[in-house]
């Protein structure tokens, strides 16, 4: 279990499972559900925070919709092609890019505060220095990524000629990198501590030199069929944002992974998103993290 979880956080969502076993999957709007993409076996803890945000939202908003998993696990592109149907669910996240908000309906409050794009690297465990020497990103070239082959961050990653190796399923990565099929595998600071605690990443350690920036934004993503479902979750998250609520979730999950990452001590390279759509609200500074921020 990861150690930034509560007992709490794991037994609400065993009771949200629990409730997806004993109920045939419905619409939303004839059952009073709202549905989300399941995660794989083994890999629920994923989803906690966002899940955790989508409650706050729903609950600040005044809505009685009922969370309630997909019938069958769902990777990313998947998930999002069925929410671009209206087909089997109701809502997604997931990083934003000028695709993604062509097909689907952004509610632009970033519930990562950006930090998908506040990337450290899990490396093998018999590589830990690989990256000491990394000062620019022409030192970064030498090695390779892995990525998911959907995930913006491989166009990301390659716009800048660094050499990146995909594949279509999350946990693979993890085999291929202990295999050294690519050097390095950059994650975000507020996932890869709970990501380096799954039997699967037992070979990996965390590089402790380097820290990618690129701006970008975690959203929940709705079906531009159903506008009535993204307002009532943007109505919630702005009320959850102006008393605080917000906030204190973002902390009770993050406030310690943050605080590992120690990231004013690594060598920042700066990226650029071209994918980044000029609708992202970087005016809005309450919305986003920035390592001297005071508050973690």
């Given at each position: ?48 925070y ?6 706050l ?76 020497d ?29 050499p ?10 993890f085999?291929?990198?202990?295999a ?56 919630g ?7 605080g ?52």
């Amino acid at each position: 279990m990861p150690r930034t979880l509560s007992q709490a956080a794991w037994r609400w969502l065993c009771g949200l499972l629990l409730v997806s076993l004993i109920t045939p999957p419905l619409l939303a709007d004839d059952s009073g559900t709202l549905r989300y993409p399941r995660r794989a076996d083994g890999d629920e803890f994923r989803s906690i925070y966002a899940l955790a945000q989508l409650q706050l939202a729903l609950d600040k908003a005044g809505s009685a919709l009922r969370l309630e998993p997909s019938h069958y696990s769902m990777e990313q592109e998947r998930a999002l092609v069925n929410l671009e149907q209206n087909d089997r669910l109701d809502v997604a996240w997931s990083m934003t890019s000028h695709e993604r908000e062509q097909r689907l309906l952004p509610v632009r409050i970033p519930l990562d505060k950006g930090l998908f794009g506040w990337r450290i690297a899990l490396l093998s465990k018999d590589r830990v220095q690989l990256l000491k020497d990394v000062r620019n990103l022409e030192d970064l070239r030498q090695f390779s990524a892995g990525q998911g082959h959907d995930w913006p961050d491989s166009e990301i990653l390659r716009g800048h000629d660094l050499p990146v190796r995909v594949s279509s399923s999350y946990g693979s990565l993890f085999r291929m990198l202990q295999a050294q099929r690519f050097d390095y595998f950059p994650r975000s600071v507020i996932e890869i501590w709970d990501e380096l605690e799954h039997p699967r990443a037992k070979q990996l350690v965390v590089d402790p030199h380097v820290l990618l920036h690129y701006p970008t934004a975690m959203y929940f993503f709705f079906s531009p069929k159903r506008p009535e479902l993204a307002e009532t979750v943007r109505l919630g998250m702005e009320k959850a944002l102006a008393d605080g609520s917000f906030e204190r979730l973002f902390q009770q999950h993050f406030a310690t992974s943050l605080q590992r990452a120690q990231l004013t001590q690594r060598q920042v390279i700066e990226l650029r998103n071209p994918l980044l759509p000029s609708a992202t609200p970087l005016q809005r500074h309450e919305l986003w993290f920035t390592p001297a921020a005071p508050a973690l």
